[in-house]
């Protein structure tokens, strides 16, 4: 329950910060209006340097066991000061298997890390979160 507090306290920060600097600057890419916060989370598909590691406190061959959890990769960013993993267009029953096989890991019980999935669309101040994502951060 910790986890899901603040990663919805850092979501809440990241609107509020993004929000700001995209005030006024609507480029239509999303025919909705607004803008992905994964847009903004600079996300990678290149293997995560050390750094990044580093601060999940995690092994490469960790982060390519998480990353294969799912099919729908997008990437992976340190944004918000924690190695995050982002996949899209999951379904529940999709995201409910990842979530059982990631807590079967075997070296992921000494982590600190959180889950979270989004079925639907989850828009605020101008920025959205696709509808299907699931998201594994480790801090």
Do not use: H
């Not at 996300?43 to 799912?70: C, D, H």
């Not at 918000?80 to 999709?94: A, F, K, M, S, V």
């Amino acid at each position: 329950m910790a986890n899901k507090k603040r990663f919805w306290l850092g979501i809440l920060a990241m609107v509020l910060v993004l929000g700001m600097t995209v005030v006024g600057c609507d480029n239509g890419s999303t025919g909705n209006g607004g803008n992905s916060i994964l847009d903004t989370m600079g996300l990678s598909t290149a293997n995560p340097n050390s750094t990044a590691l580093n601060i999940g406190n995690i092994t490469l061959t960790q982060f390519n066991e998480v990353k294969e959890l799912l099919g729908g990769y997008q990437g992976w960013s340190t944004f918000d000061g924690d190695l995050n993993i982002i996949w899209t267009g999951r379904t529940q029953t999709q995201a409910n298997q990842a979530e059982t096989a990631l807590d079967g890991l075997s070296w992921i019980g000494g982590k600190s890390y959180g889950f979270m999935f989004n079925p639907t669309r989850e828009e605020e101040d101008g920025l959205y979160l696709p509808a299907g994502t699931v998201w594994v951060y480790f801090y």
